[in-house]
Protein backbone atom coordinates (compact mmCIF):
# COMPACT_ATOMS: atom_id res chain seq x y z
CA UNK A 1 0.00 0.00 0.00
CA UNK A 2 1.20 3.72 -0.66
CA UNK A 3 0.39 6.58 1.56
CA UNK A 4 0.12 10.18 0.74
CA UNK A 5 -0.83 12.45 3.53
CA UNK A 6 -2.30 15.61 2.70
CA UNK A 7 -4.06 18.68 4.98
CA UNK A 8 -1.22 20.40 7.00
CA UNK A 9 -1.11 24.17 6.93
CA UNK A 10 -0.66 27.34 9.66
CA UNK A 11 -3.18 27.79 11.92
CA UNK A 12 -3.56 29.81 14.95
CA UNK A 13 -3.41 28.31 18.76
CA UNK A 14 -6.98 26.99 19.17
CA UNK A 15 -7.64 26.80 15.49
CA UNK A 16 -8.45 23.22 13.69
CA UNK A 17 -7.09 21.38 10.62
CA UNK A 18 -8.34 18.03 9.16
CA UNK A 19 -5.23 15.73 8.03
CA UNK A 20 -6.17 13.20 5.16
CA UNK A 21 -4.30 10.13 3.93
CA UNK A 22 -5.14 8.50 0.88
CA UNK A 23 -4.36 4.96 0.39
CA UNK A 24 -3.65 3.17 -3.03
CA UNK A 25 -4.48 -0.66 -3.60
CA UNK A 26 -7.68 -2.80 -2.67
CA UNK A 27 -6.44 -4.12 0.36
CA UNK A 28 -6.40 -0.84 2.33
CA UNK A 29 -9.62 -2.20 4.37
CA UNK A 30 -7.35 -4.84 5.65
CA UNK A 31 -4.98 -2.34 7.31
CA UNK A 32 -5.43 -0.94 10.57
CA UNK A 33 -4.29 3.19 10.33
CA UNK A 34 -2.19 5.35 12.62
CA UNK A 35 -1.15 8.92 12.95
CA UNK A 36 2.26 9.72 14.52
CA UNK A 37 4.28 13.08 14.69
CA UNK A 38 7.59 14.76 14.71
CA UNK A 39 8.23 17.85 16.11
CA UNK A 40 11.97 19.90 14.82
CA UNK A 41 14.68 18.10 17.21
CA UNK A 42 12.06 15.63 18.87
CA UNK A 43 11.93 12.24 18.20
CA UNK A 44 8.73 10.56 16.35
CA UNK A 45 5.30 9.46 18.45
CA UNK A 46 2.16 8.32 18.44
CA UNK A 47 -0.77 10.34 18.03
CA UNK A 48 -4.00 8.39 17.02
CA UNK A 49 -4.73 4.89 15.52
CA UNK A 50 -7.69 3.14 14.70
CA UNK A 51 -8.54 -0.58 13.69
CA UNK A 52 -9.46 -1.79 9.98
CA UNK A 53 -13.34 -1.67 10.62
CA UNK A 54 -12.77 1.92 12.34
CA UNK A 55 -14.74 0.18 15.59
CA UNK A 56 -11.59 0.65 18.00
CA UNK A 57 -9.65 4.08 18.05
CA UNK A 58 -6.74 4.84 20.58
CA UNK A 59 -4.97 8.44 21.39
CA UNK A 60 -1.88 9.94 22.83
CA UNK A 61 -2.98 11.22 25.81
CA UNK A 62 -1.64 14.30 24.80
CA UNK A 63 -4.49 14.58 22.14
CA UNK A 64 -7.14 13.16 23.52
CA UNK A 65 -10.26 14.91 23.45
CA UNK A 66 -8.92 17.27 20.82
CA UNK A 67 -8.10 14.80 17.76
CA UNK A 68 -10.39 12.33 16.36
CA UNK A 69 -8.88 9.65 13.87
CA UNK A 70 -11.68 7.99 11.42
CA UNK A 71 -11.75 6.27 8.05
CA UNK A 72 -13.45 5.66 5.19
CA UNK A 73 -12.66 2.45 3.54
CA UNK A 74 -14.84 3.32 0.36
CA UNK A 75 -12.43 5.93 -0.15
CA UNK A 76 -9.54 4.01 0.79
CA UNK A 77 -8.81 7.17 3.54
CA UNK A 78 -8.11 7.77 6.80
CA UNK A 79 -8.55 11.33 8.55
CA UNK A 80 -7.17 13.06 11.43
CA UNK A 81 -9.59 16.16 13.00
CA UNK A 82 -7.60 18.44 15.23
CA UNK A 83 -9.19 20.58 17.25
CA UNK A 84 -7.83 23.53 19.72
CA UNK A 85 -4.80 23.05 18.57
CA UNK A 86 -1.84 24.24 20.23
CA UNK A 87 1.83 25.00 19.43
CA UNK A 88 3.23 22.20 20.82
CA UNK A 89 1.38 20.19 18.27
CA UNK A 90 3.48 22.31 15.51
CA UNK A 91 5.32 18.79 13.82
CA UNK A 92 5.26 16.81 11.00
CA UNK A 93 2.26 14.45 10.89
CA UNK A 94 2.64 10.85 9.07
CA UNK A 95 0.38 8.31 8.26
CA UNK A 96 0.66 4.66 8.93
CA UNK A 97 -0.38 1.39 7.31
CA UNK A 98 -0.63 -1.58 10.27
CA UNK A 99 -1.12 -5.15 8.18
CA UNK A 100 -2.29 -6.63 11.44
CA UNK A 101 -5.37 -4.78 11.00
CA UNK A 102 -5.80 -3.89 15.10
CA UNK A 103 -4.21 -0.33 15.10
CA UNK A 104 -1.13 0.67 17.25
CA UNK A 105 0.72 2.85 19.17
CA UNK A 106 4.35 1.05 18.50
CA UNK A 107 5.93 2.16 14.84
CA UNK A 108 7.34 -0.88 14.74
CA UNK A 109 4.00 -2.53 13.93
CA UNK A 110 3.65 -0.06 10.57
CA UNK A 111 4.44 -1.84 7.24
CA UNK A 112 3.84 1.64 4.95
CA UNK A 113 4.46 5.01 5.68
CA UNK A 114 3.27 8.29 3.89
CA UNK A 115 5.64 11.17 3.34
CA UNK A 116 4.22 13.92 5.93
CA UNK A 117 2.60 16.65 6.46
CA UNK A 118 3.73 19.75 8.42
CA UNK A 119 1.56 21.44 10.74
CA UNK A 120 2.30 24.45 12.33
CA UNK A 121 0.29 26.23 15.09
CA UNK A 122 1.21 29.82 16.40
CA UNK A 123 0.64 31.33 19.39
Known amino acids: VQLQASGGGAVQSGGSLRLSCAAS????????MGWFRQAPGEEREFVAA????????YYADSVKGRFTISRDNAKNAVYLQMNMLKPEDTAVYYC????WGLGSSEEYDYDAWGQGTLVTVSS
Open 96 to 99: AADL
Open 25 to 32: GRTFSRYG
Open 50 to 57: IDRGGGST
